[in-house]
């Protein structure tokens, strides 16, 4: 038997997403999760989320008047699942696995793993409201 954990999905492996088919069928825990201390960037094909500096996030992120969050989809996905997201996301080069502290629709804060982009996001757009899903 495989490990279950979480996974926050806040771009293109969200549903209606181009990679979303990579998460077979892994089951969706919450279709309107948000990560705080973070920022969406627009990279043309796919999006970016880069972790806030911690003198630009202030205090708790949840509380920083300039940290909008990033929406996204939480699912439950097997060590195989993650293994394929990590070669894909070019783990940990382009992209670092990290576990982060994820608000659900219903309030509660879980441990999810999310991607931060490693590389600049000078010349990238933000991504309004922290919500990719009107791009999918």
């Known amino acids: 038997m495989t490990n279950q954990q979480r996974f926050f999905a806040y771009g293109t492996f969200r549903e209606g997403g181009s990679d979303h088919a990579l998460l077979g069928s892994a089951p969706i825990l919450d279709e ?6 973070g920022r969406l960037y627009d ?3 796919y999006p970016a989320a880069k972790p806030l500096p911690k003198a630009e996030a202030g ?3 949840e509380e920083s008047k300039d940290n909008e969050p ?4 939480l699912y439950e996905i ?25 608000v659900t629709s219903g309030g509660k804060t879980v441990k999810a793993w999310v ?3 490693k590389h600049s996001t000078e010349h990238a757009k ?11």
Do not use: M, T
């Open 32 to 37: 309107d999760s948000k990560l705080f201390g």
């Open 43 to 45: 990279l043309g094909p």
């Open 59 to 61: 205090q708790p992120a």
């Open 70 to 73: 990033i929406h996204g989809e």
């Open 78 to 102: 097997s060590d195989d699942i993650l293994k394929k997201l990590d070669a894909h996301e070019d783990h940990p080069y382009l992209y670092q696995r990290k576990q982060e502290d994820i």
């Open 115 to 117: 991607y931060w982009y």
């Open 126 to 136: 933000i991504v309004a409201n922290g919500d990719y899903k009107p791009f999918l």
